[in-house]
């Protein structure tokens, strides 16, 4: 599955976010792109107060900060 990831520097909650990521049952199978919204101007006002967030990039769904494993489990369904 592929998979944006939203980021920026120095970001506790997105090393948090990954750290849950990597813990997933779906880890080995998933493509990630990350993306650093500080480089990117729009992508700076579309999630900079809501880093980190995970897209689907199958339908487009994202899922936001917070979230544990089970609801990340749940959004990759």
């Excluded at 997933?24 to 990350?34: G, T, V």
């Excluded at 500080?38 to 880093?51: G, K, P, S, W």
Aim: some cysteine; hydrophobic content about 40%; charged content about 25%.
């Amino acid at each position: 599955m592929k998979l944006a990831f939203y980021t920026g520097p120095h970001c506790h909650l997105c090393d948090d976010a990954l750290a849950i990521l990597q813990a997933s049952r779906s880890w080995p199978s998933l493509d990630i792109e990350k993306f650093n919204i500080r480089e990117d101007t729009q992508l700076y006002h579309l999630y900079a107060v809501r880093i980190p967030v995970i897209k689907r990039l199958d339908n487009g769904e994202e899922l936001g900060w917070p979230f544990d494993l089970t609801r990340l489990e749940q959004f990759l369904k």
